[in-house]
């Protein structure tokens, strides 16, 4: 059983700096990926961090200003993002899961409620 709780979210000015975490409870075995999810309206949910037995990836749109970490003793996910713009306001999740494709929301099997991010430009 898993349990994640997103917190961090928040306004922001375009160019401006946000951290989000996800707070997880129970086990999470070591074949479990950790992955960052967001949604706008009207859009599909996109895969953008994902953390897989330390190693990390990211989708194009967020490489190079958002970083995933996590923390181990804190039981803790972590998504550093940097250099914000209007693109990406969305709700953020957070999910743990055993997917084949990390970046691919389809298989992971449990999920956060999510956090609202906006960014005005």
């Known amino acids: 059983q898993v349990n994640l709780v997103e917190s961090g979210g928040g306004s922001v000015q375009a160019g401006g700096s946000l951290r989000l975490s996800c707070a997880a409870s129970g086990y999470i075995s070591s074949a479990y990926a950790l992955a960052w999810f967001r949604q706008s309206p009207g859009k599909e949910r996109e895969g953008i961090a994902a953390?897989?037995?330390?190693?990390?990836f990211y989708a194009d749109s967020v490489k190079g200003r958002f970083t995933i970490a996590l923390d181990l003793t804190k039981n803790t996910l972590y998504l550093q993002m940097n250099r914000l713009n209007a693109e990406d306001t969305a709700v953020y999740y957070c999910?743990?899961?055993?997917?084949?494709?990390?970046?691919?929301?389809?298989?992971?099997?449990?999920w956060g409620q999510g956090t609202q991010v906006t960014v005005s430009s």
């Open positions: 953390i897989r037995d330390g190693s990390p």
């Open positions: 999910a743990a899961g055993m997917p084949e494709k990390v970046l691919s929301a389809r298989e992971y099997s449990s």
